[in-house]
């Protein structure tokens, strides 16, 4: 009877055995399949910009995930993709990058880096701009505009003041010089790099640099989360600090 309990007891241990090694192994398997983290040498200065021709390249279908940098690790950016050759590749026309300096970043230190990008995003989301309630304004003082109709139709401009049903605009280089416009004659103009927050809409919150701009006042925007989401022009600001 003894004997036969025990019989059942090394059968039970091994099923757990045999359980806990099909378990590891779809680990393994899904850790091979996971894309690697990249480290690339970057100009000082000039990282958030190389992630934004990366991205842009992502959208032509270029095979990495994502890019991003760590605020407090200056001169390199971080690409997600399967191989370094994919790395290589993207970088290729990046004046900026340096492709021959890629290194491979260990797994144990893959979540630490993504921490450290969650977090110095989130420090600089923490920031004040002059009118900014949460509610969508269609335009603020500061804004920057096009002209859609009138003399002046076609030149940027920015918002020097906001009245109820016009607005009084400007050069962006002169101080003086305002003239008033329409609300329906102008409308908000960025272009790609800028550094906007989406403050209504469906994905109000949001943050992250304008990567297209296409002709129906749409933003492409690849966020500080990293994924690329579409947002009218009128529901973004521009982040100035």
């Known amino acids: 009877m003894v004997k036969r309990e025990r019989e059942g007891e090394e059968d039970n241990k091994g099923e757990r055995r045999k359980l806990e090694h099909e ?10 399949e996971d894309p690697k983290l990249w480290k690339v040498q970057c100009t000082a200065g000039r990282e958030k910009e190389a992630v934004i021709r990366l991205m842009q390249k992502r959208m032509q279908k270029c095979t990495i995930f994502s890019a991003f940098v760590v605020e407090s690790l200056p001169k390199c950016v971080y690409v997600e993709a399967h191989k370094e050759s ?27 880096l993504m921490t450290l990008a969650s977090k110095s995003n989130k420090e600089e989301q923490n920031f004040t701009q002059s009118g900014e309630s ?20 076609g030149k940027i401009k920015v918002v020097d003041k906001v009245e109820e049903g016009y607005v009084l605009i400007r050069a962006i280089d002169h101080l003086s010089g305002s003239y008033e416009v329409q609300t329906s004659q102008i409308r908000k103009h960025f272009k ?14 949001e943050t992250g640099f304008v990567v297209k701009v ?28």
């Open 214 to 241: 296409d002709q129906h006042d749409h933003l492409v925007l690849f966020t500080d989360t990293r994924k690329e989401i579409c947002v009218l022009a009128d529901d973004a600001v521009l982040m100035t600090g």
């Open 86 to 112: 994919d790395v290589k590749e993207a970088c290729k026309g990046v004046q900026t990058l340096y492709c021959k300096k890629i290194i491979a970043v260990p797994m144990n230190e893959m979540n630490d």
């Open 192 to 205: 790609e790099g800028d550094r906007v927050k989406v403050v209504s809409g469906t994905d109000e919150g």
């Open 23 to 32: 378990v590891n192994e779809e680990k393994n398997v899904s850790s091979l």
């Open 134 to 153: 949460g509610k969508k304004q269609q335009f603020r003082k500061g804004d920057i505009v096009m002209v859609t109709d009138g003399e002046t139709e």
